[in-house]
């Protein structure tokens, strides 16, 4: 692949030729069938994964076993899970899980710690990435303390919704990436049906009044 997955982020692009060839020749390309856990609760953060192909959903286990969607990472991106961990010297604390087989550059501790101390172009780019994420992250927490869970369900249907406007995801999917039970999502979802916006079958959700849930999301932030 020589150079080209550099160029893949934004933020690496302007990385002198010098140090580009120190980054390339210190990192590695990895691959990660879909369904693997990449990283969990109690392991160390060895490397610094930037996605090339795949998606990664970061989740939490709260100390009652439920389940909490934190984020996901997509291709262009790295984690900030990992990047915090890295930094600190701390252990994970939450799941790291392949949704996709996933195409990853996994930079070690060495190469990674070298480029932050030495390369202003290299720090930057792990700063930014990590503002971004942290901002992601607190407005995750706004959306649990203070969005209505209709609202919170409709925007995240309209999201996950793939071109014909389906939604493959279960009730106990649903409430892991909202942080709530799956009987919440269960009696909203029937409100929906009622109002005609979806039709539930056994394992998806099909949009059929997606106008219906985009005006739901577009009021609600109105009123913010």
């Not at 392991?43 to 100390?63: F, K, M, Y």
């Not at 060495?110 to 202003?120: H, K, M, Q, W």
Request: net charge negative.
């Amino acid at each position: 692949m020589g150079g080209s997955w550099i160029d893949q982020f934004k933020g690496l692009r302007l990385l002198p030729g010098d140090v580009r060839a120190e980054l390339e020749a210190g990192s590695k390309i990895v691959s990660v069938p879909e369904g693997t856990q990449v990283f969990g609760p109690g392991q160390s953060a060895d490397n610094l994964l930037l996605l090339l192909e795949g998606t990664v959903r970061v989740q939490q286990r709260s100390e009652t076993g439920r389940e909490v969607f934190l984020y996901r990472v997509h291709a262009g991106e790295s984690c900030v899970l990992t990047t915090a961990c890295m930094l600190a010297f701390e252990k994970y604390s939450a799941d790291g899980i392949a949704e996709t087989d996933v195409r990853a550059v996994a930079i070690p501790r060495e190469t990674f710690d070298r480029l932050v101390a030495t390369s202003p172009v290299f720090r930057q780019f792990v700063f930014t990435a990590y503002s971004r994420r942290i901002t992601d992250l607190f407005s995750l927490i706004d959306d649990i303390v203070f969005q209505r869970m209709d609202v919170r369900l409709a925007s995240r249907l309209l999201e996950l919704a793939d071109d014909g406007g389906v939604v493959h995801a279960t009730h106990a999917f649903l409430a892991t990436e909202l942080g709530t039970a799956r009987e919440v999502i269960s009696r909203t979802l029937s409100e929906f049906q009622r109002r005609g916006w979806v039709e539930q079958l056994r394992g998806e959700v099909h949009l059929i009044g997606r106008a219906g849930l985009e005006r739901l999301v577009k009021a609600a932030g109105a009123q913010v």
